[in-house]
């Protein structure tokens, strides 16, 4: 990635973190760095939210993120799909495919992540899912443990 590509990622998680009610939420706010995605801890071993934003394939997402040995709480969870996603108020997909982790997340496709005058749409918009996601995982997921 080039030198305009890191401090656009940097510039748009700043301005994110700066409108994300974090202590709310119950969430441990990562370091601002470079990357086109943040981990944010839900403070359960294992269990992450992820926030990502991408230029091609344009898109934000927010995903529940299972790294380790919370990865056997996703076949639970994948049971539970129809009432998940009516809680929801969405469909979400599932990405198994890198080693160490699994998710569950919703996507806006097609928003234009190098567009300032749009990014305060788009955090809201990751506002409302990262809660959501937090407000329909956590429970469950705190029944398994």
Not at 37 to 65: E, K, N, W
Not at 72 to 78: R, V, Y
Request: include cysteine; aromatic fraction near 12%; proline fraction near 3%.
């Amino acid at each position: 990635m080039n030198n305009t590509g890191q401090k656009r990622n940097e510039q748009y998680w700043a301005a994110f973190f700066q409108e994300l009610p974090s202590d709310q939420l119950g969430l441990k706010i990562p370091s601002i760095y470079d990357s086109h995605y943040r981990d944010l801890h839900m403070r359960i071993t294992g269990c992450y939210i992820r926030v990502s934003q991408r230029v091609r394939p344009a898109g934000i997402a927010a995903a529940f993120v299972m790294k380790g040995s919370a990865q056997d709480f996703f076949d639970s969870l994948i049971e539970q799909q129809t009432e998940i996603e009516n809680e929801l108020g969405e469909k979400f997909y599932c990405h198994e495919k890198v080693q160490g982790e699994k998710q569950l997340y919703v996507v806006l496709k097609g928003c234009d992540v190098t567009d300032k005058t749009d990014w305060s749409d788009q955090h809201q918009w990751l506002i409302t899912k990262v809660e959501k996601l937090v407000e329909v995982f956590r429970p469950r997921i705190e029944k398994f443990i």
